[in-house]
């Protein structure tokens, strides 16, 4: 099993900038991929980064590319999210996954989620 907490979400102004965190425990967290997800109210949830076991991969969706960067630092058992540039609708739940899986496409099946956090942008 795995645990995943996430932080860092909140209200920010168009323009701005957050960065979210995702705390894991359990299992070794530095062989698994973790992704970030978001889902806006009545809208299906969607993958918007990933990034694999390793740090040597990383996947973006093409809304939040050149804007929002994944990282992970296996010492601290965390993985990032950076968003920049924010706009009004990046404004949904963010949610962080993991994967035993090495590959981090917009298809891959994740194992584990954590409850999300709320991340609103105001114009």
């Known amino acids: 099993q795995v645990q995943l907490v996430e932080s860092g979400g909140g209200l920010v102004q168009a323009g701005g900038s957050l960065r979210l965190s995702c705390a894991a425990s359990?299992?070794?967290?530095?062989?698994?991929?973790m992704g970030w997800f978001r889902q806006a109210p009545g809208k299906e949830r969607e993958i918007v980064a990933a990034i694999s076991w390793g740090a040597g991969n990383t996947y973006n969706a093409d809304s939040v590319k050149g804007r929002f960067t994944i990282s992970r630092d296996d010492a601290k058992n965390t993985v990032y999210l950076q968003m920049n540039s924010l706009k009004p609708e990046d404004t949904a739940v963010y949610t962080c996954a993991a994967t035993s899986k090495f590959y981090i496409g917009p298809t891959t099946v994740y194992d584990y989620w954590g409850q999300g956090t709320q991340v609103t942008v105001s114009s």
């Open positions: 359990g299992r070794t967290f530095s062989r698994f991929s």
